[in-house]
């Protein structure tokens, strides 16, 4: 998986191995330096550092390439992200709660379920706007021939299927998925050959301890982050034409686009229900079917989601290129609940 990856990142940027200068690579369940093995058999002899911050590995490994690249030590580097998973549900990566373990609740279907029902109440939404990002994601992933989920499914399909944790039934959750997604960061080149993405903003931050009471079940970290990214990148957030935001549950995406400025706080599972979140709406989101359908190993999410902002921003999206080719992007990953690491991007062509 690896290997196929960096080829394809090497082939789009017009690059080859010799002139990788170091790697950054996300993985969270491989063995302590598992990245240098499998970047080893891509054919890259270049230093390895390796990332592990959950779900946001590759998302934090790219943030220390573009440091790195930007600091001007080195001109080109490669951002690799894998994973093999395995069976069984993944638990938050807040540490130290072992009340919370024995009660069942660090489980993320049922953090997710907890969010979705805050969510549903707060707002007055109805479970079949929630259900609607299912819907919206599985008519992404196939236009994506790379997602792990090819299929169409009616809202009927996504409510009735067996429920996992209160509200969220199977077909709102995420796959267990296997995968690696690659990327080549270097300087920018006045003279290179086609469109440039140039970045931005990468803001990292990560959330530990208390929840502030106010701001309820919402991701307050998102919305912190994207204040200062936007800053950072000179726009606002209705600037951004389309973007990529963790949604390994249905509310994931919803609370996430909200806390990007993206719509309005509260109309997020709305706004997908009237189709304003597709690839065809005003605000696209997930536009490879998102990790609900494009599916979720854990080391690939972050570069995976960039890889498809990337084609997006420079028309190469094939049959889910959004109708107005876009000129801003922004990506949101988080990492064991927000606990790990969340990050925000802004890309740019």
Known sequence: MVAVAVAEALS?????????????????????GGGTAAVLEAGVTAPVVNVDAACA??????????????????????????????????RSARPHDPFGDRLGIEAQPVQYALKASWYLDRYD???ADLAAVAVKSRAHGLLNPNAHIQQHVTLADVLGSPVVADPLTRFQCSPTSDGAAALVVRRA?????????RVRSCRVENQLGAQDPDAGLGDATTARLATAAYAEAGIGADDVDVAQVHDAFTPGEVLRTEALG????????RWAAAGRTAGTGDMPVNTDGGLLSRGHPLGATGAAQIVELVLQLTGRAGARQVERTPRTAVSQNSGGGENAATVVTVLAR
Do not use: I, N
């Open 12 to 32: 789009m940027a017009g690059s080859e191995t010799t002139r990788v200068r170091a790697v950054y690579c996300g993985h969270g369940l491989a063995t302590s």
């Open 57 to 90: 590995s590759s998302s934090v490994a790219l943030s220390l390439a573009v440091a790195a690249v930007r600091a001007d030590q080195w001109d080109e580097v490669l951002v690799v992200g894998f994973e093999k998973m395995g069976r069984g549900m993944l």
């Open 125 to 127: 939404v109805k479970p």
């Open 189 to 197: 080149r006045p003279r290179a050959h086609g469109a440039q993405v």
């Open 262 to 269: 993206l719509c309005p706080e509260g109309e997020g599972a």
